[in-house]
């Protein structure tokens, strides 16, 4: 049995054909460092304090709004969204929104600096109208000047987008254009709940090209409900036709929080219905592999990039290298000076709390220098390749001897390969790296969940 050094709980290699571990519910993708199961309510005053700080000289900042709406919910969708909202109740909440916003934009820490990268989530930023999207981006230039900024992402739903929105989105600053697609097979879009359908991810995709964007991503998702092997291998073909600038494929996971899971604990089910780990890493090492056979190049976990010289996602950069980053909206995260935040979770509370003039933030997470240097080599693993000698001058650590334990486990497994100055991940290790970084977690802070 081979047992990981820091857990000793077993762990079965991607290559073992013979075990097939089933997908479970729970969170399995690696978003941020500490967990934020550890984030507390008694911390939220740590964000006024950082606040009231002087601003950073040399930290990029970078703003997040959530747009919580969509037309539809998925199955799998684990976000803050809501599908029953009419146009006042939107316009409403977009005020609230830009009231947070004003409330940093005129406190110390951020006054006078502007963003270099602004990104819209979701839900489904696309659902708004052009008159709500110009209303809301007027008001956030005014109150922090896009003039420097590196990147606007936006993400969108295509059966929300047509030429006059696309041509709105692209007017008002939009360099990278990310396309919700997940599939091409009417049938697994209408069974996972998608709202969209193949002919409006075409007519999309299509308007978008013509528009001119700078960069546009589309978004697959391995190992959905009633997927074979066959339709991910067309889904896969499909994309490689459109030639978009970056792909990011995720691999199925089924949150609490999720339609499956409500669901299986319906039927009385542990498993849920959908590809298990094995059948998802190979599927994404499938899609890794033809993608690089026309010209493209792996650049994570989760994308393939056209030209990598040229396609940057500047917000996930700058974000895993510890930027400074605004988040308003309902349930958004955000992250100041190491301290990590996020706001309330429902959207009525988020707002009355807004309009009388309070702060949002319920929970926070102050981080130490220690967690500060462990998010950052967490996260930045996921791009496949890091040097230890940038660890050592950013953080005084030596890497390859701080894990000295887990990275010859690693390589040992043929999960990695270790140079002088250099951990490469190899693409078995690439495939699976959420459930590796565990392993470089502080002890209080791992689960035995291993998938």
């Not at 041509?167 to 009417?186: C, N, P, Q, Y």
Request: hydrophobic fraction near 35%; proline fraction near 5%; charge should be negative.
């Amino acid at each position: 049995m081979i047992t990981t050094p820091t857990t000793g709980i077993p762990i079965t290699h991607l290559a073992d054909k013979k075990s097939h571990h089933a997908t479970e519910a729970g969170n399995y993708f690696v978003a941020n460092y500490p967990p934020f199961s550890f984030w507390q309510k008694e911390q939220a005053f740590a964000v006024d304090k950082m606040l009231d700080s002087p601003a950073p000289q040399d930290v990029p900042l970078g703003v997040y709004f959530h747009i919580p709406f969509c037309r539809k919910r998925c199955h799998f969708c684990y976000f803050k969204v809501y599908t029953d909202k009419n146009a006042s109740e939107i316009r409403r909440y977009i005020h609230a929104g830009l009231a947070e916003f004003a409330r940093y934009a005129t406190r110390p820490y951020i006054q006078g600096r502007k963003p270099k990268f602004v990104y819209f989530g979701g839900g489904t930023p696309s659902y708004l109208s052009v008159p709500q999207l110009k209303e809301l981006t007027d008001r956030m230039k005014d109150l922090l000047p896009w003039d420097e900024t590196e990147e606007v992402a936006f993400e969108a739903e295509p059966g929300t987008l047509n030429e006059t929105k696309l041509t709105a989105i692209r007017e008002i600053g939009v360099t990278r254009l990310s396309l919700g697609v997940e599939h091409f097979d009417d049938h697994i879009l209408e069974s996972n709940g998608r709202a969209h359908r193949s002919g409006e991810i075409d007519r999309a995709y299509r308007f978008a090209r013509g528009l001119g964007f700078e960069h546009i991503n589309i978004d697959l998702i391995a190992g959905m409900m009633n997927d074979t092997e066959e339709l991910w291998k067309m889904a896969v073909a499909k994309a490689v036709e459109m030639q978009p600038d970056c792909v990011t494929i995720y691999q199925m996971e089924v949150p609490y929080n999720t339609g499956i899971y409500k669901q299986m604990q319906t039927d009385g089910k542990v498993t849920a219905p959908v590809a298990d780990w094995e059948t998802k890493r190979a599927w994404v090492n499938y899609a890794f592999s033809e993608f690089e056979k026309n010209g493209y190049t792996v650049t994570s976990a989760y994308t393939v990039v056209k030209n990598p010289d040229k396609i940057k996602f500047v917000y996930r950069d700058m974000l895993w290298e510890g930027a400074d980053m605004i988040a308003s909206g309902v349930a958004s995260f955000g992250h100041l000076g190491g301290v990590h935040y996020q706001n309330q979770a429902d959207i009525l509370p988020y707002m009355e709390t807004v309009e009388r003039g309070e702060s949002p933030i319920f929970r926070a997470y102050a981080t130490s220098p220690d967690e500060r240097f462990l998010r950052e080599f967490i996260l930045k693993l996921k791009l496949g390749m890091v040097r230890s000698s940038y660890y050592q001058r950013k953080f005084g650590e030596n890497v390859l001897v701080r894990f000295a334990p887990q990275l010859k486990w690693m390589q040992d497994e043929g999960f990695a390969n270790m140079g002088e100055d250099e951990i490469r991940l190899t693409r078995d290790g690439l495939l699976q790296v959420d459930r590796l970084l565990h392993e470089f977690f502080m002890s209080h802070h791992r689960t035995n969940r291993i998938v």
